[in-house]
T-cell receptor, first 111, second 114 residues
Framework: GEDVEQSLFLSVREGDSSVINCTYT??????LYWYKQEPGAGLQLLTY???NMDMKQDQRLTVLLNKKDKHLSLRIADTQTGDSAIYFC???????????WGAGTKLIIKP | DSGVTQTPKHLITATGQRVTLRCSPR?????VYWYQQSLDQGLQFLIQ???????AKGNILERFSAQQFPDLHSELNLSSLELGDSALYFC?????????????FGPGTRLTVL
């Protein structure tokens, strides 16, 4: 069945780049999303990429999509303490109305 | 602020009880989604409504039910509560309820069952 996988934790030093990875199984994915959840808060859409794109850049955020390997990544340049959060990858497909969610990657920033 | 409101923010109750969680979508959004987030299960989609009608069902237990009213607000009813129902319950809304629509999440209701 459909599945989205992410590693549970990522630890980076402040100022370095963070790369959060996600793999998915459904080749009919249409949109792939990155959401951010800060402690005690709801999920906030960070960015999304349509499945016919390879890359999308938005300020410090770069999304890369490798359709062949069904791999999605989110790169955060110059990681700051305010980037500490859980990052969720999600995919949408043509077959249903709901998103398929990953388990979330907790980004830990070391000073 | 996403524009989605949820009440209450916190709820503490006992096993066997029944609670109602409320969600008001963003202005203009016709679709509402309910999610459960627990430590061991991650983010689980429960159910989606579009303009008052159920559109999609996820991992929602039979003890849970939801509805969307004519004014588009939604309520999630949880009954015969068990300890394992303790979780964060999120509501999200989107414009037309399709997979191309961005979902905007509310701040969540934290339910604690004692």
């Amino acid at each position: 069945g459909e599945d989205v996988e992410q590693s549970l934790f990522l630890s980076v030093r402040e100022g370095d780049s963070s790369v959060i990875n996600c793999t998915y199984t459904d080749s009919s994915s249409t949109y792939l999303y990155w959401y951010k959840q800060e402690p005690g808060a709801g999920l906030q859409l960070l960015t999304y990429i349509f499945s016919n794109m390879d890359m999308k850049q938005d300020q410090r955020l770069t999304v890369l999509l490798n359709k062949k390997d069904k791999h999605l990544s989110l790169r955060i340049a110059d990681t700051q303490t305010g980037d500490s959060a859980i990052y969720f990858c999600a995919e949408s497909t043509n077959s249903n109305y709901q998103l398929i969610w990953g388990a979330g990657t907790k980004l830990i920033i070391k000073p | 602020d996403s524009g989605v409101t949820q009440t209450p923010k916190h709820l503490i109750t006992a096993t066997g009880q029944r609670v109602t969680l409320r969600c008001s979508p963003r202005s203009g959004d016709l679709s509402v989604y309910w999610y459960q987030q627990s430590l061991d299960q991650g983010l689980q989609f429960l159910i989606q409504y579009y303009n008052g009608e159920e559109r999609a069902k996820g991992n929602i237990l039979e003890r849970f039910s939801a509805q969307q009213f004519p004014d588009l607000h939604s309520e999630l009813n949880l009954s015969s509560l068990e300890l394992g129902d303790s979780a964060l319950y999120f509501c999200a809304s989107s414009r037309a309820g399709t997979v191309k629509d961005t979902q905007y999440f509310g701040p969540g209701t934290r339910l604690t069952v004692l």
